[in-house]
């Protein structure tokens, strides 16, 4: 039988095991706060800032919701930054991407302090995942690294293949897996556009994690029995009726391989969201020094 993994289940465990911290961050003075900045006029990004809000509130984290006109000029951003950066009661900054044109996304990124990026993106905090020693894990691959853990499935000496080389995603998911600890020491290949003979690479794979953005790409035929799929796509087509999210795996096809898959939607996609919570948390707890067990 194919384990289907439960991405809202694991995520609802996440936001629940966060609430004694968050409880007890509030009572000795800090409340745990999350700042949003929006910058463009995208209904999707308008969503998922929406959704980050409401997640925030029902486990107890504070929020600011911060918007600005996409024809403001970049300097209106930095200052908006910068303010974040020296406010006190905010502890995690996350400025909702893709930017405006005119606006250098990785300025922006070196502005946020980096004890405030919750992202994970800042260099300082890329430099340290690379190193080995994370301040911030980037939240879907911390998802899938937590989703992972939820199914047992052991990463230790396992054959991973990443598909995708993002900055958000296909880079910092290889790096965990690679990590010297929980959860890495997997041997890790990453795939991209240029990869010669996916397939080949595929087959070999124990574990495999869709990043591409390219629905429906990775089909049944492509894996060999037994492997575990987790599918970080989030794409949206359209279909006779209107449109529909899928993933970068063909569901149908991949299950009748998997030994356990995850969903779209359902799966990676919570857990991205809780994963934030989870890094607001910590940054909270790590500025007040007030330790906070963390699941
Ligand atoms: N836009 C799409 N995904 C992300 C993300 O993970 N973080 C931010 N800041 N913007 C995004």
Redesign the pocket.
């Known amino acids: 039988m194919t384990e289907i993994i439960d991405g809202n289940e694991v995520a609802q465990e996440i936001r629940d095991g966060l609430v004694a911290g968050i409880d007890g961050l509030t009572d000795s003075g800090t409340t745990p706060c999350l700042a949003t900045v929006l910058m463009n006029n995208d209904p999707a ?1 308008q969503t ?1 800032v929406s959704m980050k809000h409401k997640d925030c509130e029902e486990v107890g984290i504070a929020t600011r919701d911060i918007e600005l006109d996409p024809e403001a000029p970049a300097s209106a951003l930095f200052d908006t930054v910068d303010e974040l950066n020296a406010d006190p009661e905010v502890h995690g900054i ?5 930017l405006p044109d005119h606006v250098d996304e990785r300025e922006v990124l070196r502005r946020i302090d980096p004890a405030k990026d919750v ?1 994970g ?1 800042h260099p300082e905090n890329v430099g340290r995942l690379v190193a080995g020693n994370p301040r911030f894990k ?3 691959p911390h998802g899938v690294q937590k989703l992972l853990a939820a199914a047992d499935v052991e990463t230790e000496g396992a054959n991973a293949v990443v598909v995708g080389r993002s900055n ?1 995603v296909g880079k910092p998911m290889a790096n965990l897996l690679i990590q010297k600890s929980d959860g890495g020491n997997a041997t890790t290949t990453v795939c991209h556009s240029r990869t010669d003979d996916l397939e080949a690479k595929l087959r070999d794979a124990d574990i495999v994690v869709a990043a591409a953005g390219v629905p429906g790409m990775i089909t049944g035929n492509m894996l060999s029995g037994d492997t575990v799929v987790i599918d970080v796509g989030i794409n949206r087509v359209e279909t006779d009726d209107g449109s529909e999210l899928v993933g970068d795996v063909d569901f149908e096809s991949a299950k009748q391989k998997a030994s356990a898959i995850t969903p779209v939607p359902g799966g990676v996609g919570p857990m ?1 969201r809780a994963m934030l919570l989870w890094n607001t948390v910590k940054a909270a707890s790590d500025e007040s020094g007030v330790d906070v067990e963390l699941p």
Do not use: A, K, R
Request: negative net charge; contains cysteine.
């Open positions: 990004s998922y996350l400025v909702q991407m893709p992202d993106f980037p939240c879907t958000i991205t």
